[in-house]
DNA sequence: GCCGTTTTCGGCCCGACTGTTTTCAGTCG
């Protein structure tokens, strides 16, 4: 529902750009942002304290509150409905495309009655688009282009996808020796969980020799807004890349404003405003500068994101060196690609001190599920490596574990007896996806109740940019975490990252502790750790939060049984 | 349309670059 309004109000408010309605696009573009990151159900939150509820949010006042209220119980929005009729454009899928906003998109459909990408791209390819007033041939070439972009690269990037190259290419540009200083800026830095472009900032004294080697990277297919300190290219992968080059008395304060986000730095801005002076993006020289001139702490690039960081005392978050073992790791016995000891060299090589062995168990058979008797077998080899080490002196402790199977009914695939005799035990859902929330809830809630499960795997099911979380309600999940002392798992695959950051900071508030897991099925998959550390960050995170960053005594002895 | 340790009225983030114009609006980040 918050998803489905927010779309709207940010349609509203190009509607309203289109026009040269003033301040109305910004006030809805903020209420659609707020809707956005809301972590509660704005229904709910409607049904449980009315309009009140509703006008408390921060950007939401009696006229938009009235406007949600309308379509809760109508389904539709009048005004909303009257500014499309008028102007009956997919807004969806011609704003997306580069160089085109309200009030090109508004021409175009009043000239040509272009309402669709179909239709934009048959009107350039017929060469109607040059003699518009305001357009001309770069314009109609760019909107082909922009086109054919849009075709190949449905949306944003995932974080995992584009970073272990974007590292690459950062070597080389550090390698420079005309670059003083490099660092990653944007949505990058701020590692979300997916990226629009990569952004590079640099220090040197010669951009022109910088820019130029920039836009001569290998993979680069296409170059533009080159100017003097500034470029984007286009790489063959899909995504572009912008790079920024400033004097070193201007790092400080480039490199806050090119992190961003967009609101945080809206937010800053407000800020130097209210203090009598104005924040850009030059003149500082040390990023900590910038906030302590608008009277802040420093604050980590995770948070940046108007959630709160800017008004709030800020937590010490979690370190990416904090953690101490890694408790969700398949092993050859369910078909990973490595034998329990390689996994144990690997993870102490890491600085590990501990690393739990979690395979699949009997119910996924295509997973290579393991039933009670090879799982009490694999546990005998645990104990041999364990024995082993200890006689090597070495600290270093396997742990033996499983990710069971939450079945329909909230029982788990595995006797309890068995469960038992685990050092600890993964629960998730892996089948029946498609249950009421209702029936999701009470199934998962059931698990959690069984005195031999310690940790709920991925807990919302989501595959980002794929598949949806299963309709489970969070908020009663975390209670009944918090009631029965289950640790929720924060699963750092690039491709879940679930839980997701909102949930995350919702988990911390309610006292629910978390697992920072890999889930990897070879040693490479270790290394996603990463990954899910800085998800913890985005949700304010910090190391009495996460149990796996505890030495092994403190976290075993919190753990169930 | 929202918001308020100067305000219930009068403010609302900032600069670079493009492509079109011929001094600037639109777009982007």
């Known amino acids: 529902m918050n998803e489905e309004l927010a779309k709207i109000f940010y349609e509203i408010a190009i509607y309203f750009e289109m026009d040269d309605v003033p301040f109305k696009p910004q006030a809805y573009e903020k209420a659609a942002v707020v809707l956005e990151t809301l972590s509660e159900d704005v229904e709910k939150i409607y049904k449980k304290e009315g309009i009140k509820g509703l006008e408390k949010l921060p950007g939401i006042g009696k006229n938009i509150a009235e406007k949600i209220i309308e379509y809760l119980k109508t389904r539709k929005i009048k005004e909303y409905e009257k500014l499309k009729k008028k102007i009956p454009v997919k807004l969806g899928e011609l704003m997306p495309v580069e160089g085109l906003g309200p009030k090109k998109i508004k021409i175009l459909y009043k000239k040509l009655k272009i309402k669709n990408l179909k239709d934009l791209e048959r009107a350039a390819l017929a060469h109607k688009i040059v003699p518009l007033f305001g357009f001309g041939e770069k314009t109609e070439k760019n909107i082909l282009e922009g086109i054919k972009f849009l075709k190949r690269n449905k949306g944003r990037f995932l974080l995992g996808d584009i970073l272990p190259s974007v590292r690459v290419i950062y070597e080389k540009l550090k390698n420079l020796k005309e670059v003083k200083k490099i660092s990653l800026a944007g949505s990058l830095r701020r590692m979300k969980e997916t990226i629009g472009d990569v952004d590079f900032l640099v220090v040197s004294d010669k951009p022109k020799i910088v820019m130029d080697f920039f836009v001569s990277l290998a993979g680069v297919v296409k170059v533009w807004g080159k100017g003097a300190t500034k470029a984007s290219v286009r790489m063959k992968a899909g995504y572009d890349m912008d790079i920024r080059v400033v004097p070193e008395k201007s790092y400080g304060s480039a490199l806050q404003y090119f992190t961003g986000s967009k609101e945080h730095n809206i937010a ?85 001190q501990y690393v739990g062995i979690a395979d699949h168990t009997k119910f996924l058979r295509i997973e290579h599920g393991l039933d009670e008797k090879q799982l009490l077998q694999r546990n005998k080899e645990i104990d041999r490596i364990n024995l082993k080490f200890k006689i090597k002196n070495l600290k270093f402790r396997v742990l033996a574990g499983c990710e069971a199977n939450i079945l329909g009914d909230g029982t788990i695939d595995i006797e309890d007896k068995v469960l038992a005799q685990m050092d600890f035990v993964i629960a998730g859902v892996h089948s029946q996806m498609k249950m009421s929330r209702g029936e999701m809830t009470e199934r998962i809630i059931k698990a959690m109740r069984n005195p031999n499960v310690d940790i709920i795997a991925h807990p919302t099911g989501r595959i980002i940019n794929r598949r949806d979380e299963y309709l489970v309600d969070v908020n009663q999940v975390l209670r009944a975490a918090k009631e029965t002392g289950t640790i929720l798992e924060i699963n750092a695959s690039p491709y879940r990252l679930d839980l997701k950051d909102t949930y995350i900071k919702k988990a911390k508030e309610a006292g629910v502790k978390m697992v920072i897991n890999t889930d990897a099925h070879n040693l490479e998959q270790l290394s996603l750790m990463e990954y899910g550390i800085s998800q913890a960050r985005r949700g304010w995170a910090e190391k009495c939060d996460i149990i796996n960053a505890w030495p092994l005594e403190k976290f075993l002895s919190f753990l169930k049984i």
């Open 268 to 352: 800053t801005r407000k800020i130097a405003i209210d203090k009598g002076f104005k924040l850009n993006e030059y003149g500082i020289k040390k990023e900590e500068d910038v906030y302590k001139a608008l009277g802040l702490p420093y604050i980590e690039p995770e948070l940046r994101e108007n959630t709160g960081e800017l008004n709030n005392k800020l937590p010490k978050l979690i370190g990416y060196d904090d953690i101490l073992g890694d408790l969700h790791v398949h092993c050859d016995w369910d078909g990973g690609s490595n034998s329990i000891e390689e996994i144990a060299e690997a993870a102490g090589k890491m600085g590990y």
